[in-house]
């Protein structure tokens, strides 16, 4: 059974940190695409940033140098951390584990963050 379990949300002023953390099990971890996105109430789900198998990583413009993705395939874990937090930035995070050649695609069930004073 694959489970991504997200956890370190919270609620934090603007202008400072947080980091995700997303345990992933039941998956060859290390084959996977892992990624973030967000979602705010009425709004699609965004793609935040990503990470391929291979240490390439993507991310959104709105976060671009002041947010950054790894993983540790020791601890099975992605990580995000954002830092500059902007009021922007409040949504449901959600971590994303992907691999094309299996078709297989699994969501946590995401963590709240909230930026504000």
């Known amino acids: 059974q694959v489970q991504l379990v997200e956890s370190g949300g919270g609620l934090v002023q603007p202008g400072g940190s947080l980091r995700l953390s997303c345990a992933a099990s039941?998956?060859?971890?290390?084959?996977?695409?892992m990624g973030w996105y967000r979602q705010v109430p009425g709004q699609q789900r965004e793609s935040v940033a990503i990470?391929?198998?291979?240490?390439?990583?993507n991310y959104a413009d709105s976060v671009k140098g002041r947010f950054a993705i790894s993983r540790d395939t020791a601890k099975n874990t992605v990580y995000l951390q954002m830092n500059s937090l902007e009021p922007e930035d409040t949504a449901v995070y959600y971590c994303?584990?992907?691999?094309?050649?299996?078709?297989?695609?699994?969501w946590g069930q995401g963590t709240q963050v909230t930026v504000s004073s």
């Open positions: 994303n584990a992907q691999y094309a050649p299996w078709n297989s695609d699994y």
């Open positions: 039941g998956i060859v971890f290390s084959v996977y695409a």
């Open positions: 990470m391929t198998s291979d240490g390439y990583t």
